[in-house]
């Protein structure tokens, strides 16, 4: 079905730009048709030093971004697939030009060449498989000293009537829950808080390594965190996912190195007290004498790419024979920072349901422009086919619902909500999220549940006792179990109704 939403969303905005008289609506329309075509584009916000820059080195799996409050962090920054590295500087007024740079223990600094607020983006292409997934961007901090930085992520990712928002979804890092987190995030959604729903931003709980006091047992104390967030009933209107990630250490298991490993396996190798002496704290893993044969510039370094509980990880790992190399130490890094974790929440959130993001962004964009037409320009025929759009397919009708479930304005038991959710993709768009069941499910379990979840929803919607609004979510439930076996069908995976 996607495809024929994205085929009628590119028709209607085709249409829009034939017939609308204004030059500006006419440039805007453009670009929103060809964003169709791009990957999605995934923005990175947060507080400053939340670990934006971090995060997002970890999620390419390459040292990119600068992790320093330099000039570069003040403006928002695109990373995109690319043939080569090339810098492309975007002014606020005047044609983009592009820009020498250097690396910089990885990370490209940019020379500006003029100050920051004359800037309005910098484009990094950078030949990444993963960057052909997603578009990812870099904002500065909100809620920073400096109102001028906090405006720019404002103004770049909030939407309003006069304004479309430029990124499709958004991964937003919270490490304290705080109003202004909560503000930011109702002006990203603007006007589709009232009738779509936050299947577009995914939140962080960064950092969270600090959270445990970087015990062994910390990204356990920060998944606890992250399950109350969820269950606050403000914050999960806005953001329905939180993922408790720790940044740096996902960043070093992306690009741990050889050197790296064999230090801490020779740290592992030393008797217990010596270890539990110098793994107490952050200063005395730096500053302490120890008869460890690992310098005090090689433990600094591995304290500023693995944090004190990479160390520590990484040192039990080794000295319990978990891992033997740095391939075998690079994964379960990865997999106890919470990346794994997150990568799988931005496969079924995100990537699963990139046309509708992305149609949604589209419909959005007309929207802006017609209501920037003068009087007398007649756009009835445009708002009703946007507003048939929006109302004839499903993926628009699971978003709604979505919002209303998140929103608690659905009557119903807790379980049956729950499944409700589950059902209409709130975890993610597969088969096997959909159904409750594990990724590595057999076809013939896939359809056996869905069988049972069609079943379940057709009664409770044609029971004369349920709620007319839990009958009316009955009914679009029933048609996203009926979608999920025309799929199964389609594969082979469940046998023919009848």
């Keep these: ?8 969303v590119r028709d209607l905005l085709g249409r829009a730009h034939r017939e609308l008289p204004d030059p500006a609506a006419k440039e805007a329309l453009a670009g929103a048709i060809g964003r169709l075509d791009e990957p999605l584009r995934v923005a990175i916000a947060g507080k400053v030093k939340a670990g934006k820059s971090t995060l997002l080195n970890a999620m390419v799996g390459e040292e990119l971004a600068p992790t320093d409050a330099g000039e570069c962090t003040r403006v928002v920054t695109w990373y995109r697939d690319g043939p080569s590295y090339r810098v492309l500087l975007h002014l606020v ?4 030009e592009q820009r020498p740079f250097d690396r910089v223990s990885g990370a490209i600094q940019v020379d500006l060449g003029r100050p920051a607020d004359q800037v309005r983006q910098l484009t990094v292409d ?35 009537s006069d304004r479309v928002a430029e990124a499709d979804a958004v991964v937003y890092l919270l490490r304290h829950m705080h ?42 104390a920060a998944g606890r965190v992250a399950t109350r967030y969820q269950a606050d009933e403000r914050l999960r209107r806005l953001c329905p996912i939180v993922v408790p990630v720790a940044g740096l250490l996902g960043a070093a298991a992306a690009t741990l190195r050889e050197d790296e490993f064999q230090s801490l396996a020779t740290i592992a190798a030393a ?18 004498t120890t008869s460890i044969p690992v310098a005090g510039p090689a433990r600094q370094r591995l304290l500023a790419r693995l944090g004190l509980f990479g160390v520590r990880v990484g040192v039990q790992l080794i000295r319990e024979g978990t891992v033997r190399d740095a391939g075998d130490l690079a994964r379960e890094l990865s997999a106890r920072s919470g990346l794994d974790r997150l990568r799988e929440v931005l496969a079924a959130q995100f990537l699963g349901r990139g046309q ?9 964009s007309l929207d802006a422009a017609v209501r920037s037409q003068p009087a007398g320009v007649d756009t009835a025929a445009l708002i009703a086919e946007a507003e048939e759009i929006r109302a004839g397919f499903h993926e628009f009708v699971e978003v709604r619902l979505l919002h209303l479930l998140r929103s608690g304005r659905l009557p119903g038991r807790p379980d049956q909500l729950a499944e409700m959710e589950r059902l209409l993709g709130g975890a993610g768009g597969g088969a096997a999220e959909r159904l409750g069941l594990t990724a590595d499910a057999v076809p013939g379990r896939l359809a056996v549940a869905a069988e049972e979840a069609l079943g379940r929803w ?12 839990l009958r009316t979510a009955a009914r679009a439930t029933v048609r996203s179990c009926e979608g999920l076996l025309a799929g199964l069908r389609q594969s082979g995976s469940a046998a023919p109704a009848g």
């Design 1 to 8: 079905m996607s495809g024929e939403l994205s085929r009628r």
């Design 93 to 96: 007024d005047g044609p983009p």
């Design 126 to 160: 950078v030949p990444s498989r993963r960057l052909r997934e997603h578009t990812l961007i870099d904002t500065p901090g909100i809620a920073s000293l400096s109102t001028e930085v906090s405006l720019r992520t404002q103004m770049f990712l909030a939407a309003d």
């Design 179 to 220: 109003g202004s987190d909560l503000r930011f995030l109702e002006s990203f959604h603007g006007d589709e808080l009232a009738r779509g729903s936050p299947i577009n931003t995914v939140g962080v709980l960064s950092r969270a390594d600090e959270i445990g006091d970087c015990r062994l047992d910390a990204m356990e």
């Design 271 to 288: 008797g217990f007290d010596d270890v539990l002496e110098l793994l107490l704290t952050a200063d005395r893993f730096v500053g302490t």
């Design 356 to 364: 509708v993001l992305k149609a949604r962004s589209a419909l959005a």
């Design 458 to 469: 057709q009664r409770l919607a044609e029971h004369p006792l349920s709620a007319r609004e």
